[in-house]
Each structure stands twice: as C-alpha cells, then as structure tokens.
Nanobody, 123 residues
C-alpha cells in the first residue's frame, strides 16, 4: 500500500494558476490526479508513469501539466487558465504497477488514494 499526501489547493480567480503537489511513500508504477466536484462523480485529470509517459483527460489538455520526479517521490499538477468548472476536490492516486494508456485514467485501477486537496475557482 502506498501512502500519498496532497498539498497546494486553495481559492483562486478564473484565469489564475495553481500548482498541486503529491508526495507518495512506497513504490508506484503509475500516479494520477483525479477530481470530484460536488454532486458529481470522480473524474480523471492526468497520470504519470514511472517510465516518463504522461496521459491527460481531454477536458484539461493544454491547460494542465503533470510532472513526476521519481527521485523525490513527488508528482505535481500545474494548472493554468483555471475555470470555475475546475472547482473540485483533487485526489492523488497510485498504482503499484505501470498502467497502459487504455486504463491509465481509470480510477478503479488505482489502489492507493490520498485525502484530497480542495481547489476553488471563483470570482
């Protein structure tokens, strides 16, 4: 089981940027960010494999960038041009083995989850 701790959430105005960080303790083939808005299901944001491969959900492609520093067991999510619809609780998740593209953004494939960090985008 991998332990994960997220940080960096907060309240920003539309168009601003925010960087989320996830520190994980243990071995993880793939680490991903998911989010869940009030009243909605959990949705994928982006994933980063230990091999260097990165995958993004179409809804945020071009605005968000995921980075992984394996030496520091850290995964960051740089979020630019934030919109009100990005408001959600953001969760970091880990899978012990590498997840191929077809399942890298599937929540059920991740076995370890952090507690989440809140992101609020509002004017």
């Amino acid at each position: 089981q991998v332990q994960l701790v997220e940080s960096g959430g907060g309240s920003v105005q539309p168009g601003e940027s925010l960087t989320l960080s996830c520190v994980y303790f243990g071995s993880a083939g793939s680490v991903a960010w998911f989010r869940q808005a009030p009243g909605k299901g959990r949705e994928a944001v982006a994933s980063a494999a230990d091999s260097g491969l990165r995958y993004y959900d179409e809804s945020i492609k071009g605005r968000f960038t995921i980075s992984r520093t394996s030496a520091k067991n850290t995964v960051t999510l740089q979020m630019n041009s934030l919109k009100s619809e990005d408001t959600a609780m953001y969760y970091c998740a880990a899978a012990s083995s590498f997840l191929p593209p077809s399942i890298s953004l599937v929540a059920s494939k991740y076995t370890s989850w952090g507690q989440g960090t809140q992101v609020t985008v509002s004017s």
